[in-house]
T-cell receptor, first 112, second 111 residues
Framework: DTAVSQTPKYLVTQMGNDKSIKCEQN?????MYWYKQDSKKFLKIMFS???????INETVPNRFSPKSPDKAHLNLHINSLELGDSAVYFC???????????FGDGTRLSIL | QQQVKQSPQSLIVQKGGISIINCAYE??????FPWYQQFPGKGPALLIA?????SEKKEGRFTISFNKSAKQFSLHIMDSQPGDSATYFC??????????FGTGTSLTVIP
């Protein structure tokens, strides 16, 4: 009965590869997000989707692209992975943009 | 530019003591201030939140104190327990806009 689930939990890959992280929420929320948490635990929002429309994009490189097949899913695609992309990526959802988020348990991405 | 400034970066407290984490902001449009708790290997989880029309909110051992004029708010954990050891994030939001998170405080409660 996990509210926000993301897969995989760990992702180890080579520089230059393309990878995807999946996220699903079963809370019936209208808004979903992707956050990046660096090694210093700083949380930075990358994207948010409200009713399948991108509403925030915080100067993230265009190698990162969110894709939402439906309201319950927001996947993150990353092309041409770089060493600096190593981080923990969190998916989150909220009832709307004004409500606090519920976070998944994160995907730890390590670039070799 | 860091919208929400959080201190200290790390905190060590004896069991039974009071843990205090402080946050400050500049944007007077912020109207909602949540605190999140994050355990290792887990995502942040909402702990307690406050709106600027009240000066204090208490839930169990956790209390938020809010000073609107100083644009500061703080989290107090009374009777701190080893199970409270985690990273705590403050955040702030203006209606219709994104949440801004503080830089986090790593709390260790020593038995």
């Amino acid at each position: 009965d996990t509210a926000v689930s993301q897969t995989p939990k760990y992702l180890v890959t080579q520089m230059g590869n393309d990878k995807s992280i999946k996220c699903e929420q079963n809370l019936g929320h209208d808004t979903m997000y992707w956050y990046k948490q660096d090694s210093k635990k700083f949380l930075k929002i990358m994207f948010s989707y409200n009713n399948k429309e991108l509403i925030i994009n915080e100067t993230v490189p265009n190698r990162f692209s969110p894709k939402s097949p439906d309201k319950a899913h927001l996947n993150l695609h990353i092309n041409s992975l770089e060493l600096g992309d190593s981080a923990v990526y969190f998916c989150a959802s909220s009832q709307d943009l004004n409500q606090p988020q519920h976070f998944g348990d994160g995907t730890r991405l390590s670039i070799l | 530019q860091q919208q929400v400034k959080q201190s200290p970066q790390s905190l060590i407290v004896q069991k039974g003591g009071i843990s205090i984490i402080n946050c400050a902001y500049e944007n007077t449009a912020f109207d909602y201030f949540p605190w999140y708790q994050q355990f290792p290997g887990k995502g942040p989880a909402l702990l307690i939140a406050i709106r600027p029309d009240v000066s204090e909110k208490k839930e169990g051992r956790f209390t938020i104190s809010f000073n609107k004029s100083a644009k500061q708010f703080s989290l107090h954990i009374m009777d701190s327990q080893p199970g409270d050891s985690a990273t705590y994030f403050c955040a702030a939001r203006a209606t219709g806009n994104q949440f801004y998170f503080g830089t986090g405080t790593s709390l260790t409660v020593i038995p």
